[in-house]
């Protein structure tokens, strides 16, 4: 079978015609302004999308004035953001203040580098890829803690310290219900992952009913994990304004707001990636036409990031202490449970 | 035995300023929080931002202007304010009122509370952290304001009240357009509890929060939703029945457990018996004139009167010290936010920010109602 690989393709073009240590750094310039173009042009669509959807619930048109449909809003908006005055807090710890935005956004940049979009269409395989994706995505909430710490605002502290709080203790359930699944695919690498799926189904039906608890507590933990409603304790606006980032103007608000879509993007796109296999159609009925990977890799993270949307207009928040109680005293319990579930599955050989 | 304090540890109370300017305080209040942590030790309440001295201008005004000053403390009651100081007039000048001003009156009361406790759901939700809730409460406000526009021309601060009956006669379309909008909000009431009320979060939230006894209540002069949410009878409709609500049936909806949800509950009960009032009476107003004629120049007698009405928030009393001359001597207002306010260091202290706000919402303060 003919297999598709852009990247190889444009790899050997490029060693083709420059000599070899000028090429591969030629070739990370082109990587870094492939994914930051993606990153704009994601972040930009997914907030356009998170304000239609929310018009939709609520009984709102949503943006419909700029361009057509509205779908140029959320440009003006960044160009507005853009335009705006950065200002800083008196007495605020000038330099955490401005590098806080730069750890959110780098933290969520570098997660985006190791999810396929198409077969062998990704910046790099390691064979510790779930677990790299796991530790570098948790590095974003460093920058909020920071980012909350530096303002000098009370209520931007409370933020961040929930933040913290609620961040360490989603992280387990995250980790956990994802090595439910690397127990089913023996392997961390992400591309061994999508080819365990490919011979014998998805992962969600492959795994059945451990697979789906998994893929349920992945959803809530991850919710959490981006700090979205029912889990938005860290920029509760009715209690604390906006949060950690209430002194934050411009740009570095634009970051910790673009950050927060592409962490959405992340986790639809792990759960996609470990129980919805990858870019593979469903049922393979486009599998001889691998370029069409891209296309269900999206559409399945569209849906996945629906349901994120969903609960966010429909759900009222948390208190701190019920998150907490749902995180170490029903998820935690559940999740252990679960994986020693999975495992006996696994031996003795009741998966499909 | 010597008890151990490790310094390292030590924590420390701090206190933040939730308002002026703050989403959950609904207006221009100021609360000074003592806050160990999440867990609130102290709350008072900073009154004053928005005072205008409503009382000193009601001595120096007519009583027909007066009417117009209490649009602008509980601006979501409007109409049952300016029903309060017509009905103190009324009753000082011994002027009867003919039955159908006093039917419109009623009907329109009921419309008002109805918007209001609407509006409350809206923003309680907003409060709790589901937005949506919002949207759907303002969809079918927005009819009622249409209703009160087309009755007197004004969605909010109505006016539609003067002492001895109404500014106008009720539009033509008033009858249909209300009954359309029983027959519409029969359907979309049940719609908020799907969305809210049937929400475990939701119930988790408010369940077990805020807790007012009975007691508490009584001496701390709370009234309204927020007093029957503690189990005590204090509906004034009933009570002491004023314009035509001694010739509906309704009931008057009680909870004893005293908790936010009780408080919400109480409300959109209230809002099932709103309608009830509204259907008993919108097919049989009776004709008449819709205004008793008064003098130009209203002086009251010499002597102190009081009137107390049910507004969307609680009772609210008027008080007037009279000399005989065309100005009241002295005016006052005992307003149900303010009262109510007063219980939140009560219920609050030992929460958390989040219980405290949800508290905030199932109170339903407003503010130019507590800074009059």
Redesign the interface.
Known sequence: MKTLSITKTIHDFIFGILPEGVASFVEWILIAVVYLTFFAIAGLLLVYMERKI?AF????MGPNRVGPAGLFQTIADALKLVTKELTITDKADKFLFNLAPYFVIVAALVALSVLPFSKEFHAFDINIGVFFLIAVSSIGVIGILLGGWASNN??AL?GAMRSGLQTISYELSVGLSILTMVLLSGSLQVSKIIEAQQEGGWFILQGHIPAVIAFMIFMIAGTAETNR??F?MVE??????AGFHTEYSGMKFAYFFLAEFINMFIIAAIAVTIFFGGYLSPFGITEALPWLGVFWFLLKVLVIIFLMMWFR??????????LLTLEWKYLLPLNLMNIVFMAVMIWLNWTF | MKEIVNNSFKTEEYFINMGPQHPATHGVLRLILTIDGEIIKNVEPDLGYIHRSIEKMCERDSYQQIVHLTDRMDYLSSHINNEAVCLTVENALELEVTDRVKVIRTIIDELTRLASHQLWWGVMGMDVGALTTYFYAFRDREMINDIFEETCGARLTMNYNIPGGLMFDIHPNFVKRTKDFIAHFKTKLPEYDRLLTGNVIFQKRTKGVGILTREKAISYGASGPVARGSGFASDVRKRHPYSAYDRVAFKQPLFTEGDSFARYQVRIQEMWESMSIIEQLIDNIPEGEYQTKTNAVIKLPKGEYYQRVETARGELGVYVNSTGTKNPYRLKFRSPGFSNLSLLNEITVGGKIGDLVATMATIDIVVPDIDR
């Open positions: 929310a619930f609520q009984l709102r009370k209520y409370i409603a029912p938005d509760a606006e009715s209690e604390l304004g207009w429909t759900f009222p928040r948390l208190r701190v202490d019920q």
